[in-house]
Nanobody
Framework: QVQLVESGGGLVQPGGSLTLSCTAS????????MSWYRQAPGKERELVAT????????NYADSVKGRFTGSRDNAQNTLYLQMNSLKPEDTAVYYC?????????WGQGTQVTVSS
């Protein structure tokens, strides 16, 4: 079955950096675009970045452009999100996502807290 497992979250000071990882299994990872979403307390889940199946192209939410970089390693079935210049408003649970056929698959999420 499809499994997505995020890791790499934690507590970081404003201006700091974190790299999130998402390890995928149960499907042919290289055949699907992958996305990162986040959900802050009391807010709806929002799209952060979408990485095409080849990894050659990534689209970002305006709020993270220039600070976040999405990438993937298809040989390792792993998705990444490099987050730099983190702000308190980046505090959220971050999820990786894959849409396969009519189904959307999500990991369990990893908490990112940006605070001094």
């Amino acid at each position: 079955q499809v499994q997505l497992v995020e890791s790499g979250g934690g507590l970081v000071q404003p201006g700091g950096s974190l790299t999130l990882s998402c390890t995928a299994s149960g499907f042919t990872f290289s055949k699907y675009d992958m996305s990162w979403y986040r959900q802050a307390p009391g807010k709806e889940r929002e799209l952060v970045a979408t990485i095409t199946k080849s990894g050659r192209s990534t689209n970002y939410a305006d709020s993270v452009k220039g600070r976040f970089t999405g990438s993937r390693d298809n040989a390792q079935n792993t998705l990444y999100l490099q987050m730099n210049s983190l702000k308190p408003e980046d505090t959220a649970v971050y999820y990786c996502n894959s849409n396969i056929g009519w189904s959307a698959y999500w990991g369990q999420g990893t908490q990112v807290t940006v605070s001094s």
